[in-house]
Structures are given as C-alpha cells and as structure tokens.
DNA sequence: CGCATGAATTGGAACGTTCCATTTTTGAAA
DNA sequence: TTTCAAAAATGGAACGTTCCAATTCATGCG
C-alpha cells in the first residue's frame, strides 16, 4: 500500500533522493529529462516518486531557471459567452505547446485586472493575453516592457500600448451588414449600443458610417445612440428610439446581447422584427441562432482569434526581441431573419 | 523618471535594500507587514521599489512559508454559460477573501483534468473547485487527501470521493417540473438527454419517476432516451421520440441545452412547442428566456452555487481538519411557454 | 592490463524570500 | 549622565530546486 507522507505533505527531491539511494542532482535530472540518466535508475526514481506521493514545486524550479510553462488570460467578461468562446481557443493551442493557461475574470475592473495581472506576474507567468477592462489606459501595462513579460492584447485594441494586438476586423463586419440593410432597401438606419468611450464602438460605427456615406445616404445624429452593452442597455436604447417622430426602418446593433434587447422592445411596442423593422447584430453568439426571429449578425470567429491570439504569444514568449504584431480575424456577414431578407425572399418566391 | 531595471528584469529584494540603504530583512518585513517598522522608513523602501519597478517573487516566498493565497477552479465546459456564471460566483467569494481564483477548462477531459490539477498544486494552491470531467474517477482525487490539499467537488457529485460537495437540487427541482407537467394534464411523459453514466442525469432522472409515481403514472421505457447533453444530443433524441408510434406528450429534458434542441426537432416535425407538444428543461440558463418559445425549466442559481463553494473551500482551507461539509442548493421552478401553462391561461382569461 | 573516451552520477553553489535570534537605536525614567 | 526596556533593524540559515564542474563508472581498444 501506497503510504504518502503524514499530514505536512512535504516530500522533496532530497528525500526521493534518499529513498532511492541516488543523488538530487539525479533525481533532477530525472524530474526535467535533460541529462543522460540510465533508464533503469530512471525507472526507479519513478516509481519512488510515486510511492512517496511527491509533488513537483515549481516555485523553487523557477527560482533558478525563471521559465515558467503558464500563461495568464485575463477576461473582461466570463458571462458573455463571446469570451468564453475566445478562451476556447486560446486553451487549445497553449495546451499543445504543453503551456497551461490560467485564466481571471475581471468583470470590467480595472483594480481587479491590476490585482490579477500582478498576482500573474508574481507567479512567473510567462506571458500574458489580455482582453482589457473598460477604461484600461495604455499606462497600465507598461510594467510589462520594463519586466520583459510578453503581453498580448486581444478583442479590444488599446490604442497607445505598443503590444501585439488580436482583433476582429470591426469596421469592415459593420460596413457589410450595414451594405446589406442598404440594399434590403433601408433608406433611414439607426446605430444603436456601446459606450463612447469603447474602442471597438468606435471602429463598428465608423463601418456604419463609411456603408452609409458609400450609399450617399445621409445620417441623421439623432440616430445613433449610446447604451451600455447589455440587454437592458440595448432595450432602453431601443425604446428611446422608438419613441422618436421619425423613426428609423432598420437598426445595426453594437453587438448581439444588445440587438436582443433592442428586439424586446421592439416586440413590447407591437413591432414584429424583420418585417416592421430590421435589427441586426454583431458577433455571432450562439444565442443569435436561437432568438425569434433568428438574428442577422457579423460572425467573428472567437475561437479562431482565440488561437490566434495563442500562437502568437508563444512566438512573443521565444523570442522576446521580436517586433510586437498584429492579426486582423475576418468578419463575415451572417444572413437570417431580423433583417427581414429571408421573409422578402420567401415572398418573391411565393 | 522611473528607470526600471534592464532587460534582464530581475530585481531582487536585496537591490531594494541597497538601493534603499536598509537591509533585505526589512524589505521583507514592508513586504510581508509583519513586523515593527519605523512609517518613514517603509514609505522610502515602497518608493525605492516603485522606482526600481520590483515584481514580488512569490515562488520565492512560497519555498517558505507555503501559504500562497490562489486556488483553483477547475472546470468542465467553459462553453457552457452555467458554469461560467458558476464561476463568477466564486470568484466574488475569493475576491473579498483576498485570494485569486485560477481557472481552467478541462472540457470533458480527464487526462487534461490530471494535468491542470497537477499544474495547480505544484504552483502551490492553497485549494481547488473541482468540477469533474465525465468518466472522473474518486481515485483521482485521492492525491488531495495525502498532500493536505483542500478540494471541494461542485455540480457533478462524485460518490466515493470523500470530500465536500456543492450540488443543485437535482432530484426535487426535476419532481418538481415534472409534477407542474402532471398538473396541466399530460399522461405520457419522455425523459430525455444525458448520458447513463451522468451522475446528475440519474439523480434528476430520479426525480422525474418519483412524481410520476407520485402521480399513479405508468412510465414506459421507451421513453427514456440518453443523449450527450448538447444541443445537436437533444435533436436527435428529439427525432427518435418523435419517430414513435406511441409519441409523449411531454418530455422532460437532461438540461436547457437538450431542451433547445429538442424544441429545435419537434419544430421540425411541424409541432409548435407549447401547444402540440410540451418540451421543459433545466438550468435556467440565460438562453432558456430568448428561445421562442421561452422554455419552462428549473432554476438553480449558479452564482449562488458559486458563492457557496468558494466559502465551503476557503473554510476548509482555514480548518484543514474539518469534515467535509455538503450543501444542496435550492431548485425553483420557472413557469415559461415551453409547457404550455401560458397558452392555456391566456385561452382560461380570454 | 592500462588507457582513453564517453556515459552516468554527484556535490555544492546559487536562486529570492522568510524568520529566528541578535544587535543597534531610541527615548524616557532614574 | 546613566540605565533599561521597547522599538527598529539586521545577519544568516533555511526552503526545494537547477546547473556547473567535477568525479566515478563502464566500455572498447591497443
């Protein structure tokens, strides 16, 4: 019978070493597979490591070498499953590399995130893949030039910070499905969710903007509207909107929760989607294909930037010289039903 | 202006104090807090590492005192919102406790379930939440015992595994959906989804036969139908049910996921859901509210279930010679249009 | 049988921190 | 001033590992 050390569980190396009659160096040699060490004597201090309930203690191994096998990624919002998409594949490509990525939640904290990301560092994180909390300034990252840790950006560029950057290409998703409303016929459109001071706001308004002033329509200022980005964000930003004189035939959304929402109230004022009025999305979440009626959306891929964002940090991580880098994920136009392209075509047909 | 260290980015405790002019031991005691220093003194040694840009070295510090204030949080499907609504639930609890959750996602796998927990305890963790793979075996989790580690078991009881337990309502939140089903007059009911070897989908299985029972209802084989718990193992269980001479008038699913693809089948077969067929699920994810027709299923708090663990976890990290504690958290029905109750209101009123 | 060679093994000095036992400083009482 | 206790600061020995240089052990060759 296997009888692991008492209730201080604290077998060391020395101790295996002991037990097995060799020396630590061997069974250290043993325990990073660096050295020549005959497969018998390894076979034995195995086993001895086994019998004694030995556990590894990375702490003391980085004391000397600094090369940890973790990364840290930090996430502004676990709830939303966009993220828990991104993390997805993030995991999957560290796993291969044989890194184990830890993973925080900041719930848009900045404190937490500084809280997280310096408990991450002080645990020899080798690098790091951060989707920034709301209000993080460029300032809040410099500790990791100084410190020479790799840091990588991810979903919400940070305009200022000189890292590696993984994005979705924001401005030309939101230019195609506001094309696709402008040729659905749409001549009045409305922009709806985000907060100002949102990056990627910014870049998927501005692709708002460019479909329109493509299509020489003009853009009223009264139709583009600020709410936080949830589902209640977007139901008062709807309801404000639908309480104007003029109101607007189709609506392109910050992101997916927020046309949601945006299609509750629509739903309360006695509008029925995709036919009174358009509403489409953005991200592609998987509650998009289940809402009725199925939404319109951009699909960006998360997990794909996920395991972008992944490799390219092992690249940072091996070569710490190297120029920080930048991918753009695709943004493709997801056709369903909020837009009211599906109920035209059926028509047509019929 | 902060010039932080070189390239090499090490600064040591000992460069503080040369810097600074005191010794190591009275970094360490501004560090740690512990001891009597002069205020004076302690502000001039947090400046001197503000501007030397020193990073704590907590591998270091563990090697002495081996009380690092991280713990795990390993869980199963990150995909799956209920869990990361589960973890933000535990993060909350850690957070005002002054500890830092580290998660990561196993994703059904046991082999990457060893790896992450092997991970966790040779950095030092203080505890772990486990929220075990399919197929995991109480034998892998014997190493907890012997190394002093505290492990709590969450969501998926783990019979065998001494440990302690946090776990919906299973058995009574599914009696419960079933009985409302009862009430509005179905006779021939379907359990569906999940796989046999589930510990939950026998305890909420369980449930569901102990109301019709209950009930004096006669329950037929037939229609007990396993299936992954996803939405694509809900379809295809769905369509089997449904290819039957003898179809259910209600079926009970696994969980909300199920549930939606259910709905998803019998839609397809020309059914409207709640009306020619009820179809309920359990969970309460946020999903169950969007899909048309929003789904009657059980609710069960994962942020409180979160909330919970965590505070189960850190008392026994507190008290390590505690016995295990288990707590079984509420599961309340939530009455939507799935079932068919809302119709038949409406039809009663008008 | 001695020797060279390479393989296998080993001792000891780090690594950055904490903590104990001391030493030094401080400040007030005698 | 001297004395003493309390407060503040310090040196050095751990902690569990890696890595270098050095040592021992096999093996094959002349």
New interface residues.
Partial sequence: MPQ??G????VTIIEIADAAGVSKSTVSLVLTGRGAVKPETRQHVLQTMDRL?Y??????A??RN?RSR?VGLVLND??N?FF??F??GV?KVL?MAGY??????T?ESVV?QD??MR?M????AGGIILCPALDTRPEHLD?AK????ALLVAIRRLPGAGTSVVVPENLLGASRVTRHLINLGHERLAFLGGMHSMVVRHERHGGFLSAMEASGRSVDPALNLESMPTRDGGFSAMSAVLSLADRPTAVVCYNDVTA?GAMLAAARHGLVVGHDIAIVGFDDT??AR???PALTTVAVDPVGLGERAAALLLKQIND?AAEPESFIGPAQLVIRESCGAYQRALAAAG
């Fill in positions: 692991p050390q209730s201080k569980g604290k309930g556990v590894y203690n990375r702490g003391a980085n004391l600094a973790i676990l709830s499953p828990a998409e993390a997805i995991e796993q184990v990525a830890f993973m925080a939640n719930a937490r809280q997280v408990m560092r002080e645990h020899g500790w100084a410190a020479g840790t949601i998987s509650e289940h809402v009725a710490p």
